[in-house]
C-alpha cells in the first residue's frame, strides 16, 4: 500500500502548504501562520485537528512543546513525490547557467568546477559533480615483466594505446615459464574487456584455478586499485559558507561539524555519489542517505553523459531546500551538457 494515500485530499493540501512555508521562513507553522497565508476552507480550529492529525501520522513534528511544527523526513518525502509543479527558473539564472555550462564542453576539469560553483551559488547548498572518464576503451594486453628479487612491473595496455604501470612484489620468485603460463590464463579472462570488469573477472579466476597461478592472479588484485579503477573526479563548492546567514542550519553546531567533515573527508563524499550513478535523477532525504553525516541533509542529484565522460551532479543543503527549484536547475543543466 502506497504510503502517501493514507492522507486525505485537504491533509495533503496542508501539508504541502506547512512545508511551502517553513521553507520559506525557516521558522515552525502554526495553525495561524496558514491560515493568514493561504486560502484554506476551514477554521484555525479544524487546521489544528489536521496539523495534529499529520504529526500523529509521521509527516510533521514540533521542535519544541510551545512551538508550530516543522516536517519531517517522511513529510518531506511526501512532498517531494507529489509534487505537481517545478518551478521554472528566473530568466537571469537561466542565462547565468547558460554562460557557464556552455563554454568548451571538452575540458572536463573546468567544466566540472564551473557547474560546481553555479550549483553552489545558485541554491546556497553544496553544489556537486563526480564525473568518471569514459573507459579507455577495452583492455589489450597485460604482461609482467620480472625485476630483480621478487619485484615485478605489471603493463596493462588499453586498446587505446594508453598504458598502466604498477611495481609489485610477490610473495616469491617464481620461474619465468610459471609467470607466462599466469599471464596468458589472466589475458583470456580480461582481454578485450571494459576496465570496470576487470576486477570481477579476475576474482572468477581466482574462484576456479589453484595452484602457482592463483598466487601470481592474487598479488594482481592486491593492486587492483591502481591497475583496474575508474578514474573517478570529484568536485564541490558550497557558496552558503561565505554568508552562513542564509542558511540557518549553519547556526546548529552538530550541522556544521558534519558539513566540514563531508567537505574534508574526500572518500566520503567519493563514495556517496559513486552509488548514485545508476539513477538519472535521484532524491534522499535526511536518513534515506544511510550516514549519519548526512541525517540533517537532503542529496539530488541528476546523471548526465557529456564528451568523454559520464557522471553525477546535484546539490547537498539542509532539508529545508527549494526542491522545486533543485530539481528544475538539474534538469536544465544536465540538458544542456548533455551531447548534442
Known amino acids: 500500500m502506497n504510503p502517501h494515500r493514507e492522507l486525505s485530499e485537504i491533509e495533503s ?15 515552525p507553522v ?7 497565508r493561504y486560502r484554506i476552507g476551514c477554521s484555525t480550529a479544524n487546521i489544528r485537528k489536521i496539523l495534529h492529525s499529520l504529526e500523529e501520522k509521521g509527516y510533521l513534528y514540533k521542535p519544541h512543546v510551545s512551538a508550530g511544527r516543522i516536517p519531517s523526513d517522511r513529510g518531506y518525502r511526501h512532498y517531494v513525490d507529489e509534487m505537481k509543479r517545478i518551478r521554472p527558473l528566473g530568466r537571469k539564472i537561466a542565462e547565468e547557467v547558460r554562460k557557464n555550462i556552455g563554454q568548451d564542453m571538452e575540458d572536463v576539469g573546468d567544466v566540472m568546477y564551473r557547474t560546481s560553483r553555479v550549483l553552489g551559488e545558485v541554491t546556497n547548498c553544496m553544489g556537486l559533480i563526480m564525473g568518471v572518464l569514459h573507459s579507455y576503451g577495452e583492455i589489450g594486453q597485460l604482461s609482467i615483466r620480472r625485476l630483480e628479487g621478487v619485484s615485478a612491473l605489471v603493463v596493462l595496455k588499453m586498446s587505446t594505446g594508453s598504458e598502466r604501470k604498477v611495481f609489485i612484489e610477490f610473495p616469491k620468485r617464481y620461474k619465468a615459464y610459471i609467470v607466462d603460463r599466469a599471464v596468458q590464463i589472466i589475458n583470456e579472462r580480461i582481454a578485450g574487456f571494459p576496465i570496470e570488469e576487470a576486477h570481477h573477472r579476475l576474482e572468477s579466476f581466482m574462484r576456479e584455478y589453484g595452484g602457482i597461478e592463483r598466487e601470481i592472479a592474487q598479488t594482481l588484485a592486491a593492486n587492483v586499485e591502481h591497475l583496474f579503477e575508474t578514474p573517478y573526479s570529484l568536485e564541490y563548492h558550497f557558496h552558503g559558507l561565505a554568508d552562513p546567514g542564509k542558511i540557518p542550519e549553519l547556526n546548529d553546531p552538530k550541522i556544521l561539524k558534519n558539513l566540514v567533515r563531508l567537505m574534508g573527508e574526500r572518500s566520503l563524499m567519493l563514495s556517496m555519489m ?17 550516514l549519519d553525516e548526512l541525517e540533517d541533509f537532503s542529496v539530488i542529484t541528476r546523471r548526465f553523459s557529456s564528451y568523454g565522460y559520464d557522471g553525477v551532479f546535484g546539490v547537498l543543503g539542509p532539508t529545508r531546500m527549494s526542491y522545486d527549484l533543485v530539481i528544475s536547475l538539474l534538469e536544465m543543466m544536465g540538458n544542456e551538457m548533455q551531447v548534442r
Open 13 to 27: 493540501a496542508i501539508l504541502e502548504n506547512v512545508i511551502d512555508l517553513y521553507i520559506r521562513t525557516g521558522s
Open 30 to 36: 502554526s495553525s495561524r501562520n496558514l491560515k493568514s
Open 274 to 290: 559513486k552509488r548514485r550513478m545508476k539513477e538519472d535523477m535521484m532524491i534522499t532525504i535526511g536518513k534515506e542517505n544511510l
